[in-house]
């Protein structure tokens, strides 16, 4: 019984460790940080605000506004006043949806995706640089098992 109440609180110790490593990767002023890194020098338009709006777009594919919310983590105007400027930078095009045409899609232009292609090289040149101490084979098991977790743990 004893070995079983060990292996519980070790567990559970583990669960801590990553959720408060999660914690720190999740909060609004890290990932800010991170998104104004990335976007230094990119030009008009693409900063840390409107950087995860062209990244959610890039993912998902043409949304409105408030399909698009939930995914960014602000609101259906908060989403909007982005997308303005992304349009503005060339970046974003509205166009009518298909399906409802009262209602617009964000869409991402040429330009767009070629600029989300440079903050996707850049963040994996970032992630690659703060790798580059640790022991060989400890990054690329560190991916296997960060995939996993993401598949199969409790965001999945």
């Known amino acids: 019984m004893r070995h079983a109440r060990y292996s519980w609180c070790v567990d559970n ?16 002023t890290t990932r800010a940080q991170l998104h104004r890194q990335l976007t230094e020098g990119m030009g008009e338009g693409v900063d ?9 777009l890039a993912r998902t594919g043409p949304r409105s506004a408030a399909e698009l ?6 609101d259906r105007s908060g989403v909007t006043r982005r997308a303005s400027r992304l349009e503005a930078a060339g970046l974003v ?14 869409v991402l232009t040429e330009q767009g995706r070629h600029t ?15 790798l ?4 060989p084979g400890e990054a690329e098991a560190f991916a296997r098992r960060l995939r996993r977790f ?7």
């Open 116 to 130: 989300v292609a440079e903050l996707r090289g850049r963040l994996a040149a970032h992630i690659t640089a703060s």
């Open 132 to 135: 580059a101490d640790w022991p």
């Open 150 to 156: 993401t598949a199969e743990g409790p965001f999945a």
């Open 69 to 74: 919310a939930p995914d960014v983590g602000i």
């Open 13 to 28: 110790e583990v669960g801590h460790e990553i959720a408060e490593a999660l914690g720190v990767l999740l909060r609004r």
């Open 48 to 56: 840390e605000v409107t950087y995860p709006v062209l990244s959610a």
């Open 93 to 106: 095009r509205r166009e009518a949806d298909p399906e409802d045409r009262r209602a617009q899609l964000l």
